[in-house]
């Protein structure tokens, strides 16, 4: 089994981690003996004692710098430091398909504060603890939707380009301090907030399952075992890259 657990003590703090993704991202890690922070807009600390092994949760808005550092702070002062972060809040469920005309800029401001700047604010946040530890491992989620440019979802599309490209200078810029740096696209996952779309969303399902290669819908646990992965010693030569999880309607 790949063990994630690095060389330095700390906590791994998952964020959007409440449901979905992220919490089957916790879950991965908690079962392998890791002190799990869950950080979500509401819900953490219900999911961190649903969670157990001794996981901790905290609300944050990752689009408010102020909190993002007090939860980091608690994360390092509750496990002993900061091991592993995972970027994993995002808004997209929410979103509604239209032409690029029609977005509202309020609606495109909220998109990047979360999906961009909320990654920014983490990293920054997780690297003061990370640097001086000489260790650490980041995960960002991106999208498989960055190499399709799928119509109707300009500033998705455009936020999760954004974080594969911030990856690739993260990578550089912590690589001296033994920080790796790695990001994971998804293709259409079958999370809470997709389950919750009804009828339409069940057709995108049918209509993408018919285009991979590998058949059958997308799990949480599917891009959680991604993320332990890049975060683990097996993944050890790998920094600055992103690996796409769509069941190969994307090959690099």
Excluded at 184 to 191: D, L
């Amino acid at each position: 089994m790949n063990d994630v657990k690095t060389d330095s003590k700390g906590a791994v703090v998952v964020t959007g981690a409440a449901q979905g993704i992220g919490y089957a991202i916790a879950e991965r890690f908690a079962a392998l003996g890791q002190r799990v922070v869950i950080a979500d807009l509401r819900g953490s600390e219900a999911a961190a004692q649903k969670l157990s092994h001794g996981a901790l949760g905290f609300d944050v808005n990752v689009g408010n710098a102020a909190q993002v550092d007090a939860m980091m702070a608690f994360a390092a002062e509750q496990c002993g430091g900061v091991s592993v972060l995972v970027n994993n809040a995002g808004i997209y469920t929410s979103l509604t398909k239209r032409p690029f005309e029609e977005i509202d800029p309020e609606e495109w401001r909220q998109v990047f504060n979360v999906n961009v700047e909320g990654v920014w604010f983490c990293c920054r946040a997780a690297a003061r603890y990370m640097k001086p530890a000489g260790n650490g491992n980041i995960v960002n989620i991106a999208s498989a939707v960055v190499s399709k440019g799928t119509a109707g979802f300009l500033h998705y599309v455009a936020s999760k380009a954004a974080v594969a490209a911030m990856t690739r200078t993260l990578a550089r810029e912590l690589a001296p301090f033994g920080v790796r740096v790695n990001t994971v696209s998804p293709g259409f996952t079958q999370s809470d907030g997709v389950l919750a779309g009804g009828a339409a969303r069940e057709k995108q399902s049918a209509d993408i399952r018919l285009q991979r290669l590998v058949q059958r819908d997308i799990a949480p646990d599917d891009i959680a075992g991604a993320v332990l992965y890049l975060a683990g010693p097996d993944a050890g030569m790998l920094t600055g890259q992103n690996m796409v999880v769509d069941g190969g309607m994307t090959m690099n």
